[in-house]
């Protein structure tokens, strides 16, 4: 059903809003009273007007509605309050509902606890506050949540809820009319113009069929120099607009970015239906920030120029090797054979000449040594010599690439920029040769031995390829930034400023104390502890033992007992089998997940008519089948439905909820509570084919040939996926792994975090150490890794050889301010820690706060180690951790079978919403599969003995019963699965 007009919410969702928690966290937090409270309920005479007072108070404390509008209060809390006033829960039924006791006591209460009524003063107070918050953010919810927060703090009683809508439908209305208007009013009527303009078909553009708007937002292919020049078009297209950057940054970067969000998904011909003010607003929004992306991706095309011309190089050299090999063998032999000659001759006292003679005559001798000289390479076995056929092809793009980017650099950098402008100066004026005063101290040795000719004149090719070389990695690193960028600012634009740092310490969220002293006496007292524990204990521990400085840790040998492998195949033989379509619409009757598809541009949920497309085009796209393939396969449902669909309701922030209502509902489950509670997780990169060619399309040999990217997947104790991103498949896991912990929004509290080798980094130790988590990695290897000791760490004898380090405190002493300046901006969402940790992992940004970081690391990796050896437990948890994120690709590879398992989607974004779709189908088969496990459990109790213990050894990621191929067909009339009506289990 729609809504009307200003209502927001469904009569579900209100009623889920008014709903008295129940839980005894809730009941602690809530409803206990303090000793006050009490002596005040314990005036009033009568055991009904005692516990009717109570009641009162207690929800007007939470949920804030008065007592007249909630509609029933748990029996539950009636007893916790009962019982604390010393009544029963009888008295409550007598308790008057419309009388003039009810009044007298809500009058009593705002006396005693200062309590007001919503009325045309306290609207302003909210209208203003919500009025603020839109400008920040309009999702509805998030200004639901926060309108119902500044109530209660403020002690005002909540009105009626659609009084709440109504005040937030108008603050957002009123934030977007300014919004709009404060744009519209900053443009000339030439820019509205050029702004119009672009929704028109142009004849001079590459596609002439487009829109000038089409055009600009067409995916970037594969990364080459013609690709950087269609970008570079778009990029001066959009400069000569001239749109001011400084019309929007007044405005909160949160709600432009979600403005700009749904401008994206509007076709050019539908702006020209919105009023002017709406208009030109959102064109300028979606040039200003498509332009930040376009630029972002010209240098991503640069960047994988560079890496392409230093593999060609690299290759070029193998090559070289490969088809030499024979003749360099040929004069390996040959020289050793002179050199015998010669030992003998000197032992003899013979003439060396002669003896030369006696292998080769002195003319083959001299030809030998100059094939000799031919065949050798550079003595540092490089390869840059072999780069200059290659200059002109850089030459195609790398003109324009210097002149349309603008570089900034602090001062450490400036002969670098000097570098550039001097490329810029000889590229304008048609000049070939470098100035002898060219700058060149910031050209690296590895780049000086072929920039320097032997006259110590500039060679120009190799001058112009180190620039770029060396621009590369310090854009990469943050020393350099990119005017108009969003991923290349400069570095210190990621992080809260120092006087920023300085006023909200106070509140700061990190796990550590601020104080410097008390950081280094905590981690001293819990490393020489462990050493302590380890030296005492290192001959008693089972599987491990320290030989010649190295550890050894024996395989753990299985521990699933066989009778727990018996009862998962009794409980799944119990399970009734069903098509991949039924299984989803029993999870959307269960959990009511396609609400969370709230439209981007209406705010309004799905309607009936509309659920069963949208279950469709998860299926379409989750099982990689495709929209087109699932319109064929859908009896009733076509292509431009589910399309309109995936385009408006399937948008990150709408997966993202969805997703959050599966994992906040699986983790309800009682079956899930015997496999975790929800504080560990595990995450693990799924390397997927690609086949189309992309931007973020690479190679990695470690999988195989061909290009690809990776899905990287967060997995909870409990067997639900909390978290998933689209990462290019050379990235290192440990970038992205705080991205997860720090972002997934569900209620798990997820306190610990197991990865493989590649999931971590000192510098991720020392982040997850910084921000509360317990990071706990497999590390391959283990035998090869350094520990280190702090300077006042006493080491026993037996563990000197493995404590080879020392931690450098002094650098972490200088910078701990810093340090904790950029956790904080992580933990605080300033910043991605994966766009930070990759700055910081850049080779040539060997900086003091990096340093000090890895430092910190080093001392948590150590401790981190000693916990690992020294239990058993521990080992296995991580171990079965990281088992059930491996069952959960498992399960994706099964689900997303379609064109092979390979992506085709060419942005990233395009691929994310792939990936999303593909963990809410896993969700729900987990939950399906949670669901009937425990009614299995519940059944076979009635015929046998099921011993619990072995429960925790099931999993909820099985699929042989599951159907996924073949005609999908919905009929949400058969399908009417609640909690209170399952399906009929197999029982023979």
């Known amino acids: 059903m729609s809504l009307r007009g200003k209502e927001l919410f469904s009569q579900e969702q209100r009623e889920m809003f008014m709903k008295i928690p129940e839980d005894e966290l809730s009941l602690a937090r809530y409803y206990t009273f303090s000793k006050y409270d009490l002596e005040i309920i314990q005036r009033h005479r009568r055991d009904e007007n005692k516990i009717g007072f109570a009641l009162q108070l207690a929800v007007l404390r939470y949920p804030g509605w008065p007592y007249s509008y909630i509609k029933s209060i748990p029996k539950i809390v009636i007893s916790y309050i009962a019982k604390q006033i010393g009544t029963g829960i009888v008295p409550a039924r007598r308790y008057p509902q419309r009388d003039n006791t009810l009044w007298q006591h809500m009058k009593e209460i705002k006396e005693e606890y200062g309590f007001i009524s919503f009325g045309e003063v306290e609207h302003k107070k909210v209208f203003n506050y919500i009025y603020k918050l839109s400008l920040e953010n309009e999702d509805t919810l998030y200004l639901f949540d926060e309108c119902l927060n500044f109530f209660r703090k403020n002690k005002i009683i909540l ?41 028109l078909v142009q004849p001079n553009i590459e596609e002439r069929s487009r829109t000038t708007l089409g055009w600009l937002k067409t995916p970037t292919g594969f990364p080459s120099p013609e690709t950087f020049l269609k970008l570079a078009d778009k990029i001066e297209y959009i400069k000569d607009l001239h749109l001011d950057i400084s019309l929007v940054q007044h405005f909160h970067s949160n709600r432009l970015l979600q403005l700009y969000r749904m401008a994206m998904r509007y076709e050019p011909y539908a702006f020209r239906d919105f009023k002017e003010n709406k208009r030109y607003a959102l064109l300028t929004i979606l040039l200003i920030n498509l332009s930040k992306d376009l630029i972002d991706k010209a240098f991503e095309v640069h960047d994988r120029q560079m890496l392409t011309l230093i593999s060609k190089g690299r290759k070029a050299q193998e090559e070289i090797q490969k088809n030499n090999g024979k003749k360099l063998n040929e004069k390996i032999v040959q020289f050793a054979s002179i050199g015998k000659s010669l030992i003998k001759a000197k032992e003899e006292g013979i003439d060396p000449f002669k003896a030369l003679e006696t292998i080769v005559n002195w003319e083959n001798f001299v030809l030998s040594v100059n094939e000799a000289e031919k065949l050798a390479r550079p003595v540092d076995y490089d390869y840059l010599d072999l780069l200059e056929k290659r200059f002109y092809f850089l030459r195609r793009y790398t003109p324009k690439f210097l002149h349309l980017l603008e570089f900034k650099s602090t001062k450490a950098n400036e002969s670098l920029i000097e570098g550039i402008d001097i490329l810029k100066d000889i590229n304008e004026s048609g000049k070939r040769k470098i100035p002898e005063d060219a700058p060149i101290d910031f050209i690296s040795k590895r780049w000086s031995k072929y920039v320097f000719e032997k006259d110590n004149s500039i060679n120009r090719h190799y001058y112009e390829m180190a620039v770029l070389s060396e621009l590369r990695e310090h854009i ?122 709230i439209h981007a541009s209406t705010n309004k949920k799905p309607d009936n008519s509309e659920k069963i497309t949208l279950i469709a085009a998860l299926i379409g796209m989750g099982t990689n089948i495709g929209l087109t393939k699932m319109a064929d396969a859908a009896s009733g449902i076509s292509y431009k439905q589910m399309a309109y669909i995936s385009q408006w309701r399937m948008h990150e922030d709408a997966l993202n909820r969805a997703q959050v209502n599966l994992v906040n509902f699986h983790t309800k489950l009682n079956m899930s509570k015997y496999w975790g509670d929800g504080t560990t997780s595990s995450s693990d990169g799924m390397r997927m084919q690609l086949g189309v060619t992309s931007l973020h399309a690479d190679s990695n040999p470690h999988y195989g040939t061909g290009k690809g990217a990776t899905i990287y997947r967060f997995t909870s104790d409990q067997f639900s996926s909390f978290y998933t991103k689209v990462i290019n498949t050379n990235s290192r896991d440990a970038t992205h792994v705080l991205d997860g912990l720090l972002n997934h929004e569900t209620d798990l509290n997820i306190l610990e975090h197991y990865t493989d080798t590649a999931g971590y980094t000192d510098q991720v130790f020392g982040l997850t150490h910084l921000l509360g988590f317990r990071f706990a990695p497999r590390i391959r290897d283990l035998s090869d890794v350094k520990l280190f000791s702090l300077s006042e760490t006493k080491v026993s004898k037996n563990l000197e050889s493995i404590l080879k380090g020392k931690i450098n405190e002094k650098i972490i002493k200088e910078n701990y301010d810093d340090v904790l300046r950029l956790a904080s901006s992580i933990r605080e969402g300033k910043v991605s820690s994966s766009l930070i940790l990759s700055k910081l992992g850049s080779y040539s940004r060997q900086n003091s706060i990096s340093t000090a970081l890895r430092e910190m690391g080093k001392i948590e990796k150590t401790i981190f180690i000693l916990d690992y050896l020294s239990d058993e437990k521990l080992r296995r948890k991580i ?19 379609g064109k092979q398992g390979e992506l085709r989607e060419r942005t990233i974004q395009n691929q994310l919403q792939r990936a999303s779709t593909l963990n809410i189908i896993i969700n729900a088969i987990s939950i399906w599969n949670t669901i009937y496990l425990e009614k299995a459990v519940q059944y076979l109790k009635t015929i046998e003995q099921v011993d619990e213990a072995l429960l925790s050894n099931i999993s909820p990621l099985a699929w042989e019963h599951i159907n996924f191929l073949g005609e999908y067909k919905f009929d949400s009339d058969c399908c009417t699965t609640s909690l209170e009506f399952l399906r009929e289990l197999n029982i023979d």
């Open 476 to 597: 990469r690193a943050g020393d350099i930034s990119i005017s108009g960028s969003r991923q290349y600012m400069d570095f210190e634009e990621y992080l809260f400023s120092k006087d920023e740092w300085q006023e909200s310490k106070i509140f700061s969220r990190l796990a550590v104390s601020l104080e410097l002293e008390d950081y280094f006496t905590e981690r001293k007292l819990s490393m020489d502890k462990r050493l302590r524990w380890f030296s005492k204990n290192i001959n008693q521990i089972k599987g491990i033992s320290i030989e010649n400085g190295k550890i050894s840790i024996s395989r753990l040998e299985k521990n699933i007992p066989l009778e727990a492998e018996q009862l998962s195949s009794k409980l799944y033989k119990l399970i009734p089998r069903i098509n991949l379509t039924d299984l989803l619409i029993d999870v959307v009757n269960i959990t009511g997940f396609h609400e969370e598809f």
């Open 879 to 897: 171990h079965r951790g990281l088992n059930k994120g491996e069952a959960m690709n498992g399960l994706a590879r099964a689900i997303f079978f």
């Open 159 to 199: 009105p009626g809820i659609t009084t709440i809508e109504n005040l937030i439908w108008e603050a957002k209305n009123e934030a977007e009319k300014i919004l709009f208007d404060t744009l519209n009013n900053s443009l000339s009527e030439e820019q509205k113009e050029k702004l119009n303009s672009t929704l």
